[in-house]
């Protein structure tokens, strides 16, 4: 048997922002060797959104794969450290949670940690989950080092993220994908040209180029220039999960160190969003129209918000959902032009990384066979499934009865997915979930336990383990955790030695 080869030799990004210079990034540095030629099309008029400031521990991922240096992107792109996001008001007005990035505890002789957690509850300790998490105690202490420095130490199983300011970041990328050899052209598309098996055969721009290419990828926002006003492929609506439609976001001025952490804070028909940079702070309100009116909305903010204003508010409509197939013939969408979750667990920027990845991993030659395509979407679809399922998590295990919004929570439709994960939980603690997730055990029992919800008893075999030294080892982890974490720099001086912003 012969092997062939009829490899891509050209590929077109259309659309700059985060997703496009994250894919210009990475792509121009994975297939660097190879006659592969990028370009990207970014208008000179269309401004980033900025709700991608926040990022989960992928990023870093993401950072490592485009060979990029964390350090100078931090001081880039105005970054902070993120150990993870308090959410306050969810559960209960004046009641808090933490979830973390990272590992909680540490499992013994095989057993898993939250279930040794849970027996030593049943045995009358009133320890928090949370005691057990190094992220979730650097967050409360608001000190941070990095992982080189806390191997083999009670720390050593925590995650961060970054926070980011997108428009900086952009830019970043976009020297990045540059030195990497990518070509931009700053124009509009005009007009998009399908050849005879209705494939995009190429782009004709406002300045009169036409730009052919192999393969495209769609980063033109919530339009999806070439994947929904090309193909017309339809959109997968949420809504109905998902009720929250706009948010408006106003950037201020900082009045304190910024916090390793983002908060997200219920409001009467949604939540807002507290994301600290370097320079400035970010914030936002996401919320459902049903309920809340645009001045409404913004007049909430605004008196949410510490700070002198350091620009307008501005509204941003949104459906939550995503694209009916997110690769189609020679065209991959990325990031808005894909599909839209809600920011409350900070996981557009992980799903355009994620669309990354599993693109590189079913990268076609120029006989696009369709088994490829139809790889990339099953598994695209399972990680949209995912995130919307957790995210869902956080509205409708509320105790909130005082508004209609969460009201309307409480009592939600929810997906069969999400029902039978919760159920089985509520046995006794155990969850499914595969290699593949972004949000592992830890992530989930941070939010359960948030909502106060747990199960009804721990696995039997716990009791293999004598109760008294199990309560006492992991009273001596918390100890250790906690002792540790108050040697650590704060999260500012760690920043202001480490990676400051450039002026």
Partial sequence: ??????????????????????????????YQGTHIKITLVESPDIATIGVGEA?????????????????????????TFKLGIRFDNWYQQQHSFFHPFGKIGRSLDGHDFY???????????????????????????????????????????????????????????RKIAQLNGVT??????????????AFIESITLSDGQTITADFFIDCTGFKGLLIEETFKLGYEDWSHYLPCNRAVAVQTENTGAPAPFTVATARAAGWTWRIPLQHRTGNGYVFASQY????EATQTLLNAVDGKLVNEPRIIPFVTGKRKKIWHKNCL???LASGFLEPLESTAIHLVYKGLVNFIRQFPDKDFDPLLEQQFNARMDKDYVEVRDFIILH???TQRDDTEFWRRCKTMDVPESLREK???????????????????????????DGMNIRPQKYHPLIDVLDGAKLAQSLTQGKNAIRDLVMQLPTHGEFINKHCAINK
């Fill in 1 to 30: 048997m012969q092997l062939t080869t009829n490899p891509i030799q050209s590929l077109c990004i259309v659309g700059g922002g985060t997703a496009g210079w994250m894919a210009a990034a990475l792509l121009s540095n994975i």
């Fill in 55 to 79: 990022t989960v521990p992928s990023f870093m991922a993401f950072l490592a794969s485009a060979k990029i240096n964390p350090k100078e992107f931090i001081e880039a792109s105005a970054g």
């Fill in 115 to 173: 279930q040794l957690w849970l027996k030593t509850l049943a045995q009358g300790d009133a320890t928090r989950l949370m005691d057990h998490s190094p992220a979730a105690i650097m967050a409360e202490q608001q000190r941070f080092a990095l992982e080189s420095q806390l191997q083999n130490t009670p720390l050593a199983n925590y995650g961060y993220a970054l926070h980011l300011d997108a428009v900086l970041a952009a830019r970043y990328l």
């Fill in 184 to 197: 931009r052209i700053e124009s509009t598309v005009n007009e998009v040209v399908l050849d005879p098996r």
């Fill in 292 to 295: 809340c009116s645009d001045d």
């Fill in 333 to 335: 969408a990325l990031g």
């Fill in 395 to 397: 509205y409708c295990t």
């Fill in 422 to 448: 919760i159920n089985i939980f509520r046995q006794r603690g155990q969850l499914t979930y595969s290699e593949e997730d972004l949000f592992a055990a830890s992530s989930w029992h941070s939010i359960l």
